[in-house]
């Protein structure tokens, strides 16, 4: 079945006991047994939920993977690849990451005996490079946070693959209807199910696709012994989310690609990223990679953080809000918020400015959207 039907139907047969044609919530922490070793399938909501267990399998479904779990956040999905790595193990990182990202293997990774090496990724030759004998993860954002850089995903599968290191993609800023990296020969995929997934900016969520048998029944095991899973309503919505994700998809690139054409013309702005842009460095790439260009846009405002706060109090239509991928249109400032944790030099040093601006692109009318950016530009000058 080609994407639109799986998103629909996929892991969501008509409920057994009713006839429903839509996944019930199953608000339920237990499940009555028959009697010892007697049930059937669920025991315990953090264990199993069929509303969850549904989700999994559409995601899965998706992104062309042959397991998935579910996690109450995106953070708790990164938690639970990590959880596969023991001290000594280590991980090569794109350099150009989620701040929370970032915040974890500092913070949480490596005092726990974790080593992590930055690379930047852009060269398939660097992540060569970093691979150490005890490397066992290779992690990688494309497009990445915020500076929507890409990375091949199938040249530096290869390259980990052949030193028998496995490879995590978060596929958050694409979705699954833009890319699949297990198809490109990545091993794992995460998402944090609160942006795209969802759809609505109304649940928090996340989760990680494997084809790899052993990867899954330790993601599984850490997902029932530490317990970050999502409650039945919020599965429920990201399944909800799911349904319409490709007519969502594509009406977000299409409005992106309007703003990053409106905000390249205009004379406050430095620079203006987005992959759908002939000159993004990586257009080709992401031509190859991927099968459309997302709803992130990203620019640098020519006078720096005073000109972006004013800029972001002068904005409508755009909220100012942490977060991204929901129907409505948000503007972010990564230095004091997404990317908050990563100490300034280093944020100068990958390029996040004070200047910068990230801008999630809703599906609101495009001529909206534009002339906001217009007003907000010009009356904060």
């Known amino acids: 079945m080609k994407f639109e039907t799986l998103a629909i139907h996929a892991g969501q047969e008509a409920d057994p006991a009713t006839g429903a044609t839509i996944t019930p919530i199953y608000q339920t922490s237990t499940f009555t047994q028959e009697g010892i070793g007697r049930h059937k399938g669920f025991e315990y909501s953090r264990t199993g939920n069929p509303t969850r ?10 992104e062309g993977a042959e397991h998935g779990c579910a996690f109450s956040s995106g953070m708790a999905a990164i938690a639970g690849v990590l ?19 970032y915040r974890y293997f500092e913070k949480v990774a490596k005092p726990n005996g974790i080593a992590v090496s930055y690379v930047n990724a852009r060269d398939p030759e660097n992540v060569r490079r970093a691979l150490r004998a005890e490397t066992r993860l290779l992690w990688i954002e494309t497009p990445t946070n915020p500076l929507l850089e890409l990375v091949d995903v199938a040249a530096a599968a290869r390259i980990a693959k052949v030193r028998g290191v496995k490879t995590a993609v978060d596929n958050t800023f694409a979705s699954p209807y833009f890319q699949r990296p297990i198809g490109l020969g990545a091993d794992i995929v995460v998402h944090s199910t609160t942006k795209y997934v969802g759809g609505h900016s109304d649940m928090v969520g996340g989760a990680v696709l494997t084809s790899d048998k052993a990867v899954h029944e330790a993601v599984r095991f850490h997902q029932n012994a530490a317990g970050g899973v999502p409650g039945p309503f919020d599965a429920w919505l990201a399944l909800r989310g799911l349904k319409t994700l490709a007519v969502r998809m594509r009406r977000h690139e299409e409005n992106a ?24 460095p990586q257009h080709d790439l992401a031509r190859r990679q991927m099968s459309g260009f997302g709803g992130m846009v990203t620019f640098r405002l020519r006078g720096g953080r005073a000109a972006a706060d004013a800029f972001f109090r002068a904005l409508k239509v755009f909220s100012y809000a942490e977060s991204l991928g929901g129907v409505e249109s948000l503007a972010c400032h990564p230095a004091t918020m997404t990317h908050a944790s990563l100490p300034a030099e280093e944020r100068e040093r990958r390029g996040i400015t004070e200047g910068t601006v ?14 906001d950016l217009d007003w907000a530009l010009k009356v904060s000058a």
């Open 257 to 280: 690609l309007a703003v990053a054409g409106r905000l390249r013309k205009h004379p406050r702005v430095e620079s203006v990223i987005y992959p759908g842009l002939p000159d993004h």
């Open 358 to 371: 990230r801008l999630s692109v809703g599906i609101e009318d495009a001529e909206d959207l534009l002339a």
């Open 53 to 62: 267990a549904a989700l999994e399998r559409c995601l899965a479904a998706l």
């Open 83 to 101: 959880s596969m790595l023991r001290p000594g193990d280590h991980v090569v990182s794109a350099a150009d990451l989620y701040g929370g990202t």
